[in-house]
């Protein structure tokens, strides 16, 4: 399914889709698809679909870092993010490169959860970062999901061609 953006707002193929029922039993933790369109309200929150909340679990938070080499946000579980972050914590304290990335990495980022209904704010930095002002599309990447202004993500997907699609995916085994 390709998002489509019209006019600065975006629009889903198929929006009658559901989760399905026991769908936190069914899937392992963080298996983020589909493609979803919200506004940020007047507080600048942002709702956070109910199948992805299903699927990060408790806690019910999540790590939020600027995309690299691209201008969007990845969204973690929290579980998820320790797991990557488990590599970083056996490099040595004396590897200057691996102190630098530390850094970056944490000084950039957030941990944030989101309330009763479904809404977490993000700090402005970040929201800045990735240019989300007002609407913000939602994308799925498997073990996380990305949050893209309109324009960026509509650039992001034009510079994909299904053929590159299908290569890559063949080339992967899939």
Request: contains cysteine.
């Amino acid at each position: 399914m390709w998002f489509k953006v019209e006019q600065g707002v975006g629009t889903m193929e198929d929006k009658s889709r559901s989760p399905s029922p026991g769908l936190d039993s069914d899937l392992p933790a963080g298996l983020f698809v589909n493609t979803y369109t919200h506004s940020l309200d007047e507080k600048r929150r942002l709702i956070i679909p109910a199948v992805w909340r299903e699927l990060v679990g408790g806690p019910r938070r999540v790590f939020v870092l600027p995309g690299i080499e691209v201008r969007c946000l990845w969204v973690y579980p929290a579980r998820e993010l320790t797991r990557r972050l488990d590599k970083l914590r056996k490099l040595s304290v004396a590897d200057p490169d691996g102190r630098r990335l530390a850094r970056a990495l944490a000084s950039r980022s957030d941990l944030v959860a989101w309330d009763s209904q479904g809404r977490m704010r993000i700090k402005d930095d970040l929201l800045d970062y990735a240019g989300l002002q007002n609407v913000v599309v939602m994308v799925g990447a498997f073990d996380r999901f990305e949050l893209w202004s309109p324009d960026e993500w509509k650039r992001e997907t034009e510079q994909v061609s299904e053929q590159a699609l299908e290569e890559a995916i063949r080339s992967i085994g899939f």
